[in-house]
C-alpha cells in the first residue's frame, strides 16, 4: 500500500501535488456539502485536514467513519486559507479501512495519563505518545551513532543469567520446573536447582555489565543496549520492574575517562533531540512544561558539576534543609537527597563520585583512601539518578578480599576473577538507564509513560 507520509507533506509538499496518505481520523465535521476530516498517521506531530466533497467515491462511507477509524485518501494538496498556512488535502477518493464507533475511548477532549496508561494499546495515537515514542526513536538511533562514532562495538550480553551483578538480591527467577512439584534436595530438603533447565538456579539479568567487561578486555571499547530486569518492590515514578539500560565498557580507562565519556555522550544525545524532534519537544514542552528547546540547548553545551560524595554530604548538612530521611557519612542518599543536590544546589547536572565502599557493589575500584570506591553517579533535575558506573577494581586479590567482605562467593565468579589473573587493566564502564533519559528528555513525570509497556509491581496487562 504506496502511501505518503504526513510529515514528508507538511514539510515539502507543494501546491497542486496528487498524493495518497492512510491514517487515524481525529476529528470529522461535516456540513451538506462537505466533509472536514483531520488525521494524522504516526509519522510526526502534524496533521492533516482533508477536505472531502459528498460526491466523491467513498464518502458515502463516512458515515460509520467516527474518531479513531483509519481511511485511506488520494487527493491533490492545496494550501489553507487559515491558520499557518500548511497544507490541506482535496480528496478524489476515499476508503474506509477500519470503522470505528462512538466507543473509541480517546474521544476529543485531553485525557489525563492515568487514563491513558489504562488504555496502551491506544494511547501511541495521541498526540503526546506520539511525541515520546518519537523521541525515544530518535534517542536509540543515537545511542548507536554516538558509539559507532567512536569505534565502540555493540556487544549483546545475555538477557537469562547465573550471575547477580549489583549483588542486591532483585532478581526475577527463571525456571521450567513444575511450581506444583518443585524437586527437593534430600539432604537438606532445599529446592533442588540441579534437575532445573539449567541444572543451576538462573534468572534474569539485572545488568549486562560483568559480560561488558570481558568482552571490553578483548576488544577495547564495547556498549550494551538491552533490557535488564529488576524485581525491586519500588512503586515510585522512576522505577521500572523491565527497563532498558546502555552500558558502555572502556579497557586501559579511569574514572575520569568514565566521566567524560558520560558528560560528552548526554550532551550528543541533548543536541541530536533538539536537531530531530523539535515539534515533540516544543509539543511537551507546552503541556507538561518540563522539558524544552532552550534548556536542551543548555544542556547539551554545559559541562557538569563534580562533587565527591564526602563534599556533597558536608553541602547537605549545610544546607540546613530537613530531609525525611537523615544523611550522614556512610548512608546510601535517597531520592530526596540527590534531587536537593541537582535542583536546589547546583541548578544542573552533577556528577557524584567517590562513594563508600561498603554502599556500592563489588565490582568497584577501592581508592586509596581504602574508605571509597572509584564511583561515580550522575544526577539530573526531575529524575535524579539518570547514570551509576565506575572505575573497575582490577587487583586479583582485593578483588577477591572485597567479594568476601559483600557475601559473593568468588568460587562462583572464577571466569571474572580470570580477566584478574591474565593481562589485568584499568577499565570503566557505567550505565545508563534508557527510561529515565527518556523522562527526563520528554519532560514526563511519570517513567511508566516512557515505555509502550511498562512493568512494575502489580502492573503487567498489556
Ligand atoms: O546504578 P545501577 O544499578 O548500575 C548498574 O547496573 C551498573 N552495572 C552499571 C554499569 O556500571 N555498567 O543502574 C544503572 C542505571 C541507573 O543509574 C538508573 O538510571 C537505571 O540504571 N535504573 C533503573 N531505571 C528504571 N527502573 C529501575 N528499577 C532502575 N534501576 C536502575
Ligand atoms: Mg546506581
Known amino acids: 500500500m504506496q502511501r505518503d507520509l504526513i510529515k514528508n507533506i507538511q514539510a515539502r509538499g507543494e501546491e497542486g501535488q496528487a498524493v495518497t496518505v492512510a491514517g487515524w481520523i481525529k476529528t470529522k465535521r461535516e456540513s451538506k456539502a462537505f466533509s472536514f476530516i483531520i488525521i494524522n498517521d504516526g509519522s510526526s506531530q502534524a496533521d492533516l485536514q482533508i477536505i472531502a466533497d459528498s460526491g466523491i467515491p467513498g464518502s458515502e462511507d463516512l458515515n460509520q467513519a467516527g474518531t479513531g477509524a483509519s481511511i485511506r485518501v488520494e487527493g491533490t494538496l492545496k494550501r489553507s486559507q487559515g491558520k499557518g498556512q500548511s497544507l490541506e488535502l482535496v480528496a478524489s477518493q476515499i476508503i474506509v479501512l477500519g470503522s470505528a464507533d462512538a466507543s473509541y475511548p480517546l474521544q476529543k477532549k485531553g485525557h489525563t495519563l492515568e487514563f491513558l496508561r489504562e488504555i496502551a494499546h491506544l494511547r501511541g495515537r495521541t498526540n503526546t505518545f506520539g511525541a515520546v515514542y518519537r523521541v525515544r526513536n530518535t534517542l536509540s538511533y ?45 539432604e537438606n530438603g532445599e529446592i533442588d536447582f540441579s534437575q532445573d533447565f539449567f541444572k543451576e538456579k538462573a534468572h534474569l539479568t539485572v545488568s549486562g555489565q560483568l559480560e561488558g567487561e570481558f568482552l571490553a578486555l578483548g576488544l577495547g571499547n564495547i556498549y550494551t543496549f538491552g533490557p535488564t530486569f529488576r524485581a525491586e518492590n519500588s512503586n515510585t515514578t522512576r522505577h521500572l520492574a523491565e527497563f532498558w539500560m546502555i552500558e558502555p565498557e572502556m ?3 579511569d574514572l575520569q575517562d568514565d566521566m567524560n565519556l558520560a558528560e560528552d555522550f548526554f550532551r550528543y544525545l541533548c543536541a541530536g533531540v533538539i536537531k530531530e524532534n ?35 554530604i558536608e553541602e547537605l548538612k549545610k544546607s540546613g534543609h530537613k530531609f525525611e530521611f537523615p544523611i550522614d557519612w556512610g548512608t546510601d542518599m535517597q531520592s530526596e537527597h540527590e534531587r536537593f543536590l541537582t535542583e536546589k544546589i547546583f541548578k544542573s547536572p552533577v556528577i557524584v563520585t567517590d562513594y563508600p565502599k561498603n554502599i556500592k557493589a563489588f565490582y568497584m575500584k577501592v581508592n586509596s ?40 562467593q568468588p568460587e562462583k565468579l572464577e571466569w571474572y576473577l580470570d580477566l584478574r589473573r591474565f593481562g589485568s587493566c584499568p577499565h570503566a564502564g557505567f550505565g545508563l538507564g534508557f527510561e529515565r533519559l527518556v523522562q527526563y528528555i520528554t519532560g514526563i513525570g511519570n517513567i511508566r509513560d516512557t515505555i509502550p509497556c511498562p512493568r512494575a509491581p502489580g502492573l503487567i496487562g498489556f
Open 369 to 408: 583512601d581504602e574508605r571509597t570506591v572509584a564511583a561515580m553517579d550522575v544526577l539530573v533535575p526531575g529524575v535524579g539518578e539518570l547514570i551509576g558506573g565506575s572505575q573497575r577494581e582490577d587487583r586479583l586479590d582485593i578483588l577477591v578480599q572485597r567479594m568476601k567482605e559483600m557475601g559473593i
Open 142 to 186: 543515537l545511542v548507536h551513532r554516538f558509539f559507532q562514532e567512536r569505534n565502540f562495538l555493540w556487544a549483546h550480553t545475555p538477557i537469562i543469567t547465573a550471575n547477580d551483578c549489583e549483588g542486591a538480591g532483585e532478581l526475577f527467577q527463571v525456571t521450567t520446573l513444575d511450581l506444583k512439584n518443585m524437586p527437593k534436595n534430600k
Open 278 to 312: 523539535p515539534d515533540e519537544i516544543n509539543f511537551l514542552a507546552k503541556h507538561y512544561g518540563e522539558s524544552s528547546l532552550e534548556n536542551l540547548q543548555k544542556l547539551s553545551q554545559t559541562p557538569f558539576a563534580r562533587i565527591t560524595y564526602t563534599e556533597a
Open 251 to 253: 579497557a586501559f580507562a
